[in-house]
């Protein structure tokens, strides 16, 4: 099956610096890529959809100036978590498809801890 | 609310017994698909169901949806202890392009 890769695994740093996180679909390419955002024992919820070329889509309460989208070819998303506090501690997930609406192939997980 | 609710919300059986995970949604589906996350992990893709599909296998698992009853099940025979990880079920929203809504998942554990 496709591969997603995600990195780094877990991260954790001071509050107020930026962190980037980068997917990476190996053995596709991935026009469309998403962004989720878990909590311990909760849904993924759904953060932004990201567009090869195109700005990012994203859901209704999520700060696009707080959480930087940027999806420069057809095989790389980057999200970058900007002057991080300790509430954007969480897993960060990304996922691709190869065709709208067909299955999800995920990466593994960003754990991101903010001191 | 999610537009996938799943029950139960937690479930414990013997190895060797089957788990049923159901799943219920609101609103009209292209499809309907079950994943699998292991503790700290990714998800993965374990089966879709399109809306004009009524059942589907694969390997130990067995899919079933009713669109009029707008719910799924999710069932996995012989379970076994790698089968211990949460279940999502996710529906793709006719309309909603590309865009996935998972429900709040199913922990599964199985005693060896």
């Known amino acids: 099956g496709a591969v997603v890769s995600q990195h780094p695994s877990w991260v954790i740093c001071k509050s107020g610096t930026s962190v980037k996180i980068e997917c990476r679909s190996l053995?596709?390419?991935?026009?469309?890529m998403f962004w989720y955002r878990q909590f311990p024992k909760q849904s993924l919820m759904l953060m932004a959809t990201s567009n090869e070329g195109s700005k990012a889509t994203y859901e209704q309460g999520v700060e696009k100036d707080k959480f930087l989208i940027n999806h420069a070819s057809l095989t790389l998303s980057t999200l970058t978590v900007t002057s991080a506090h300790p509430e954007d501690s969480s897993f960060y997930i990304c996922?691709?498809?190869?065709?709208?609406?067909?299955?999800?192939?995920f990466g593994s997980g960003t754990q991101l801890s903010v001191l | 609310s999610q537009q996938g609710e799943e029950d139960p919300q937690a479930l414990s059986i013997q190895e060797g017994e089957n788990a049923t995970m159901n799943c219920s949604y609101k609103?009209?589906?292209?499809?309907l698909q079950w994943y699998r996350q292991n503790s700290g992990r990714g998800l993965v893709h374990l089966i879709l169901?399109?809306?004009?599909?009524r059942e589907k296998h694969s390997g130990r698992l067995r899919v079933t949806l009713d669109t009029s009853k707008k719910s799924s099940s999710l069932l996995i025979t012989a379970s076994r202890a790698a089968d211990t990880a949460s279940y999502f079920c996710a529906t793709a929203i006719t309309g909603a392009n590309s865009k996935l809504t998972f429900g709040k998942g199913i922990t599964l554990s199985v005693r060896p």
């Open positions: 169901i399109r809306s004009n599909e």
């Open positions: 609103t009209s589906i292209n499809n």
């Open positions: 996922s691709a498809s190869r065709q709208l609406n067909e299955k999800l192939f």
């Open positions: 053995d596709f390419q991935a026009t469309t």
